[in-house]
């Protein structure tokens, strides 16, 4: 058929929407919508998706880690003894070839304080060195982050409301007028300072309400003014970090890997002897002798690599003498208060310099780190790493670096590695809504086969006279299908609209969801975002969403066209 | 599958023949029972006739008619329609064969209702891609013949019966076909008006020569015919030439 024929079955197929105005308007406003609603979802869920994953990377994550491949296996155990030392040439290196690398030892612990105590993931970090691969650190609310060679802490605002520690910022009235006591020291200025930051707090409005609660008097709810001066938070800080509010400890077991120095006969035995592989007995046997005198087996070599060997050998083996375990008490105080934009700095975590960890005074780290957090020197803080900073890109950096490959038990792992259970459960995240958008599409093209289905009935006698002028059945289709496909055109056309209209304020201004994540006890919703809920503009999806609308339309008028044009002509030339 | 045209001698007028019926029956099933709407029908139609094949309702007179425009199959005999083998031939065949050789008029005019009075004329064209400019002036043209020159622009239902009658009919010239099919075609006209209808094809085929096949059970139709076939339960009871 030439152009000129599908011209014309063009222009029937308009023409007979125009006809039927009513049932045009809302077949393609169910188009219309679900084309709006689904460019809408997923360019939110989109626009979290990214937002998260730049928050992962930005503060928690950094582009990728070195660790050794056993910690990364046990990685949710925050397995501390699979640590690694020397770890110096490595930074070195990474800087030669282009990248920052910081250093960070990360164990378990409990932090208490005057008012509580909390389980915490605790980073021993250079706080240098965090700064250039992080962001978090310019999210230190209140105060400031730790310095080298303090006993100082700084931790997420969710401890710190927990444990009481720094500023309140939704203090009970009584709880205020004890804070104020201590530390205005009844001096009237600094206690009417303190005062004139506070109000009560506004119970109502909001969409994520805590319930009301009961009022009794001095139970009142204060708040924090949300317009304090930096200044006067300085000031705060300082009245509240002369008294003992902000002093912590530190309660944390590490294990750590060595080869032990003695060993009881009944453990040697017992237990070494029989679980070490043969090649390895006599290597651990030559570097021990037995001390008559104390009765143990004591540690002769001295030569580190050796050491090295025996202690793989012994980890080989399961022999639980090769962990020690150090249990510390480290009191220190609490510097600043972080409420960054991702949920994880914000938590149960705390901050604190490794330097003052190394020896008995802190964690005996004696020089071991868990792993070193690697970001490209010119790392764009909008962008996500890319190929120059994936795993082998950075390991084979390293490796140049270095002018020797790496050591067998150290691997470079890319966040997303690290980040799989996440990226998964954001698939599924992003996914859910969008099944329910495309079935909603779905039930819009039932609408549209409904009316096409109608359409090909009320018209049979039409159809039945087309055919009799010679008019084929492909072409009948073809009809038919090109005015479903107007009708889906027109939906999708409206509905992409629609869909950016309601999208750009989402874009523009996003969602501010700081009230729901606060009443959610900042774990978050989900994503790794705790402020302000972002779409972006995914222009595959637009275009994609209203291509797709209008094809898919057009196909839904094949089946009721195909039962039509299988009636005999004479049949539906007689069908009243 | 072409064959040459035979050549039928009506009244010492030679004509070619366009449709030749075979000892044709046709079947079909109606609740269940099977009905012989046709028993053996054999046939011939020459180039130019003006016939009317009439009798009562059911008599076969429009499955003949169905059959020989192809819009149905025959179940026995054979149906050489414009020397092609209808029987042996594909749907998509036989709606080309329609396209080509076959122009409808239907009792219930059954014309576009979206389409304007030019463009359901034009239509058959269309189907047949002629460019557009022989489209526009064998329309008029055409629009001239049946009489309807300033109503090009109408939709059918701001038109009369008569009128829309008209446009069928000039729908169905305007490829210039090698047989026009009437099925009753003045059934839903009153007299006045099927006459016009009437003169109005009687001079077309003067005029044009097209060839004009009726089915109708309307005496005024079978006046005007020049050669008049009558059925009756799906056989043929007379064939006779004015």
């Known amino acids: 058929m030439s152009l000129n024929g599908i011209w014309e079955l063009k222009k029937i197929a308009l023409r007979n929407l125009a006809r039927h105005k009513v049932k045009t308007v809302l077949t393609s406003a169910a188009i219309m919508i679900s084309v709006a609603v689904y460019i809408f979802m997923s360019s939110w869920l989109g626009g979290m998706a990214v937002e998260s994953r730049r928050n992962i990377v930005n503060y928690d994550m950094s582009a990728a880690k070195l660790q050794t491949k056993l910690y990364f296996e046990r990685k949710d155990e925050l397995p501390s003894y699979e640590n690694f030392k020397n770890w110096e040439r490595y930074r070195d290196a990474l800087n030669r070839e282009g990248f920052n690398a910081a250093p960070r030892f990360v164990f378990n612990g409990t932090l208490f304080s005057n008012s509580g105590s909390a389980p915490m993931r605790f980073n021993a970090v250079d706080p240098a060195a965090e700064k250039s691969v992080l962001h978090y650190a310019s999210y230190v609310d209140f105060g400031r982050y730790p310095q080298n060679g303090m006993f100082e802490l700084a931790i997420g605002t969710t401890a710190a409301e927990k444990l009481r520690v720094g500023i309140p910022t939704r203090p009970r009235r009584l709880e205020l007028e004890e804070l104020i006591r201590q530390a205005a020291q009844s001096d009237t200025p600094n206690e009417e300072f303190i005062r004139s930051l506070y109000e009560t707090a506004n119970m109502s409005g909001g969409l994520f309400n805590v319930a009301a609660e009961t009022h009794i008097a001095g139970n009142e709810r204060m708040a924090l003014k949300r317009n304090v001066s930096r200044g006067d938070l300085d000031r705060l800080w300082e009245l509240i970090a002369a008294t003992d509010r902000n002093n912590v400890r530190i309660n944390a077991v590490i294990d750590i890997k060595a080869v032990p120095e003695t060993i009881r006969p009944t453990l040697w035995e017992g237990e070494l002897m029989t679980s070490l592989r043969e090649e390895d007995k006599e290597l651990v046997e030559a570097a021990y002798t037995y001390e008559e005198f104390i009765g143990v087996y004591l540690l002769t070599e001295e030569d580190e690599a050796r050491k090295d060997q025996i202690l793989s050998a012994m980890i080989r083996a399961g022999f639980r003498g090769a962990v020690r375990h150090v249990n510390q008490l480290v009191d220190a105080v609490v510097v600043g208060v972080i409420n960054s934009p991702d949920p994880v700095p914000n938590g149960n975590i705390g901050y604190i310099p490794i330097d003052v960890l190394q020896d008995e005074s802190g964690m005996m780290l004696e020089g071991a780190v868990t792993e070193l957090l690697i970001r490209r020197k010119d790392a764009p803080y909008t962008e996500l790493p890319g190929a120059d900073e994936s795993s082998k890109a950075i390991a084979a950096a390293l490796e140049r670096g270095l002018g020797e490959p790496l050591p067998d038990y150290l691997a470079v792992f890319f966040w997303m590695d690290y980040m799989k259970d996440y990226l998964g459960y954001e698939a599924l995240q992003t996914t859910a809504p969008q099944v329910l958008a495309a079935l909603l599409l779905f039930i819009s093209f039932l609408g549209i086969s409904n009316t096409i289905l109608l359409a090909v009935l009320e018209r049979t006698k039409e159809i039945g006279m087309m055919r009799a002028l010679g008019m084929t059945d492909r072409q009948m289709i073809t009809a038919y299908m090109l005015e479903a496909g107007f009708l889906g055109f027109i939906g999708s056309v409206l509905g992409m609209i629609l869909g950016c209209i309601v999208n750009y304020p989402m874009v523009e201004y996003g969602l501010n969801i700081s009230a729901m994540a606060d009443s959610l006890g900042n774990s978050g919703v989900g994503f790794r975002v705790t402020a302000i809920m972002r779409s972006v503009w995914n222009i595959p999806v637009i275009f994609g969403s209203g291509i797709t609308a209008t094809v898919l339309a057009s196909f839904m008028a094949y089946f009721p066209t195909r039962r039509a044009v299988k009636m005999p002509i004479t049949d539906s030339l007689r069908f009243e | ?242």
């Open chain 2, 1 to 242: 599958m072409r064959e040459i045209h035979r050549i039928l001698v009506i009244k010492g007028v030679y004509r070619m023949v366009v449709i030749k019926a075979e000892n044709v029956t046709k079947d079909y099933a109606l609740d269940g029972q099977v009905v012989n709407a046709l028993r053996g029908v054999s046939l011939e139609f020459g180039s130019g006739e003006f016939s009317a094949i009439a009798g009562p309702s059911g008599s076969g007179k429009s499955t003949f008619l169905h059959l020989a425009g192809c819009l149905d199959t025959i179940t026995g005999g054979t149906m050489t329609v414009d020397g092609a083998d209808a029987g042996k031939m594909s749907k998509q065949e036989l709606a080309l064969l329609r396209r080509n050789k076959i122009g409808f008029i239907f009792q219930a005019y059954n014309l576009i209702p979206v389409l304007s009075v030019e463009e359901n004329i034009s239509f058959p064209l269309t189907l047949l891609g002629i460019n557009k400019k022989e489209i526009k002036e064998r329309t008029a043209k055409v629009l001239k013949e049946v009489g309807l020159a300033d109503m090009a622009k109408r939709r059918p239902k701001e038109m009369s019966g008569g009128q829309q009658q008209r446009v069928a009919i000039a729908r169905a010239l305007i490829k210039k076909p090698a047989i026009i099919l009437a099925d009753e075609p003045t059934a839903n006209l009153d007299s006045t008006i099927g006459r016009e209808i009437l003169e109005l094809m009687v001079a077309l085929n003067k005029s044009e020569g097209t060839t004009f096949i009726f089915s109708t059970h309307d005496t005024m139709v079978m006046d005007y015919a020049r050669r008049l076939i009558r059925i009756r339960d799906g056989q043929i009871e007379s064939d006779v030439v004015k």
